[in-house]
Every structure is written in C-alpha cells, then in structure tokens.
C-alpha cells in the first residue's frame, strides 16, 4: 500500500518544474508578486514544502512556500496561517503571514489532480545564526542571545495561552500515538516501540491546562529564526509542525539545541556547568514574558526524551515519504540506543557521548 501511495506522489523536484512551467503566473496574480525576483531556496532533508525568495526594489522582500505532500489538509494549513496571524496581530515576534489579493491566508491550486497550498509570508529581517558563521552580534556577550531566544518564546506562549482557534491544529496525541508508533516503526525495532510507547503513557498522566498546554512551534531553534544582528531581535518562522502541546517542549527543543555551543568539550563536567548555565539564562529570558511552574521544569529531562522520539518519527517519515531504503545512520542509531536505554539528557554527560564524534553511535541493520 505504502509503495503505491509513493507512486503518486510528486517529489522536490517534479514539483519545481510544475512550479515553474505552469504556476507561478497564478500565484504572481493571486498574491501580486509582478515584478518581484522569485528564487527557488534549495531543499533541505526532510523539507515538506517548495519555497522562493521574492525580492524587488522599493518593497519589502517575501517568502512564498508551496506545499505539495498529500500529509496534511487544507484546515492544518488554515489553522497554521491563522495562529501565525495571531501571535503577530498580539505582539509576537514573528514573520508575518501576507493575504492575497482575495483577501485569504491561503490559497490552493490544482493541477492535473494533485493539490498544491500556497501561503506568502513576510521575510524576516536578519540572518540565520549559521549563516553568521555561529557568532553573535559585535559588542554583546552570547549570554544575551541566550536570553533573547527564550524570552521571544516566553511571548509567543504567552499569546497563546489566550488563544481561541477557529481552525484547530492536531494534538500533541493525535500524530504521537501506539497505533501511528506501531505502523511507522519496523517490527525489527521492537525494543524502541517499547520504550516510545512507555514514554506516551507517561505523558497521558501529566496535567494539561491552560498554562501547561497550547499551541507550540513545535520545531524552535536557530534553524527558524532570523537574528538582526544590529539590534539581536529574533524573528521567528517555519510553523508547519506546530501543534498543540506542553509548552516546556519548545523549551526542551531549545536545551537540546544548546549542546552545540560545548559539543566538543571532553569534560562532561564542563559540559554539564555549561548546560546549567546556559539554560537558567534561557529560562531567566522565558520568564520575563510568562510563569512556568517548577513542577514542569521539573519534566524537562522527560521532554528531551520526547523531543528523541520527535527526532526518531522524523527520520523515518523522510524514509517514507522519499521512498528510501529504511536504515539507521550512525545519528539515528544514537537518538535510538538513548531511548531504548533511558539515557538522559541526550547522553551528553554520558559514557555513551564522544565529543570526537558528537552524538554517534555504530550503524544498526533493520
């Protein structure tokens, strides 16, 4: 069954060249892009969608994304757009979402009977962190980009939890469950099965309210936002896995990414002061715009387990829908044998972690 979905699939680059030959003067019209030089950005893994840079002298440049795989629906789309909308409307430091000329969020063409959903965004101002070489603004100590990136999502979860969709994203348990584990994950893997689906039915028990539990970006890092680095705004983008969830797991995002500021220390003493260290600053930046209790705190070992699991689903839904061989690299392999052993914290203060080849571990078959 699986193969013969494939099938009928478009990949990157049948999509492009529909793009190309045929669409982009709709969606030029749809959006009033005349005049604008539309670039293709080029895929990274894993990527969902299309996506261009539309750049013209005297306006403001923009973000068109396209998106072409059957895994989502027109309400997932609605419903992303209007909570970017509104975290933009209330203050939240976000690329704005820009309506066509009809008036709409989103808009949707067919062609020869595959769907395409097209949103424009405003580009954010600034640069990717990697594309500044990983070094911060002149003049300003790292510790303010730390706090800046927790207290822009402090805001943005702050916002949320006054939010009221009309169009309702999936939760947290709808894409995360036994039954999408089981049929997802080879049988080969039965140890891992395991051990995710204990990691779901510790998160059945915990409390989910108003202050806990809401819409997430669901994917906040340094590869989805923009830095100014004149003035260290941070502008973030890339909703498409957003869903409602408990906010620390956008703060346990932000933790694992963290470990690539001291991946190569050998002293996992060293690393562990620095992870200390650098969180509090995170964490003093996320209070500043909204409460965490330190019963949720309390979890974060436990998020960064399921941020893992995130990883591991990740991985071989790109197997899947690319129709690739299914097989564990040495990164997955090491996501996993975290997870089947109960190896906190990444294993980054770990026997199992080698600063000589950060977050390996040997190949295993399927």
Not at 100 to 106: A, I, V
Not at 116 to 123: A, G, H, Q, S
Not at 276 to 290: I, K, M, P, Q
């Amino acid at each position: 069954m699986q193969a013969k979905e494939n099938m009928n699939m478009l990949n990157f680059n049948e999509v492009v060249k529909i793009v190309d030959a045929y669409l982009l003067p709709s969606i030029s019209e749809l959006f009033g892009l005349e005049g604008y030089e539309i670039q293709l950005i080029p895929a990274h893994d894993g990527g969902r969608n299309v996506v261009y840079t539309c750049e013209k002298e005297g306006a403001d440049a923009k973000i068109l994304r396209i998106a072409f795989l059957p895994d989502r629906n027109r309400e997932d789309f609605l419903a992303e757009v209007e909570y970017i909308r509104y975290l933009f409307e209330h203050g939240g430091s976000v690329s704005n979402v820009v309506s066509s000329r009809k008036g709409n969020l989103l808009e949707e063409i067919t062609h020869n009977e595959h769907t395409f959903y097209i949103c424009l965004f405003e580009k954010a101002k600034g640069k990717m962190l990697a594309e500044n070489n990983y070094r911060y603004r002149e003049g300003a100590p790292i510790t303010e980009y730390y706090y800046n990136s927790g207290k822009v999502l402090g805001k943005m979860h702050q916002i949320s939890k006054g939010y009221t969709p009309v169009h309702r994203r999936y939760s947290f348990f709808d894409k995360y469950n036994a039954e999408y584990i089981d049929k997802l994950i080879p049988g080969s893997l039965s140890p891992l099965k395991e051990k995710l689906v204990e990691l779901l039915n510790t998160l059945k028990g915990l409390d989910r309210n108003q202050e806990t539990f809401g819409m997430v970006h669901f994917d906040y890092s340094d590869g989805n936002y923009m830095i100014d680095f004149e003035t260290g705004q941070i502008t973030v983008y890339d909703f498409d896995n957003s869903c409602f969830c408990w906010y620390i797991y956008d703060l346990a995002n932000l933790w694992t990414h963290g470990v690539g500021w001291i991946q190569f220390e050998p002293d996992a003493g060293k690393r562990k002061n620095f992870m200390d260290d650098y969180f509090e600053t995170v964490l003093a930046g996320y209070r500043s715009e909204t409460e965490i209790e330190d019963s949720m705190l309390d979890t974060l070992p436990l998020f960064i387990q399921v941020t893992l699991m995130e990883n591991v689903v990740d991985a071989f839904e790109v197997m899947r829908n690319n129709g690739e061989e299914l097989e564990c690299d040495e990164e997955l392999s090491y996501r996993i044998k975290c997870l089947e052993d109960d190896i906190p914290y990444l294993g980054f203060f770990h026997e199992i972690y080698s600063c000589e080849g950060p977050f390996e571990y040997e190949e295993r078959n399927i």
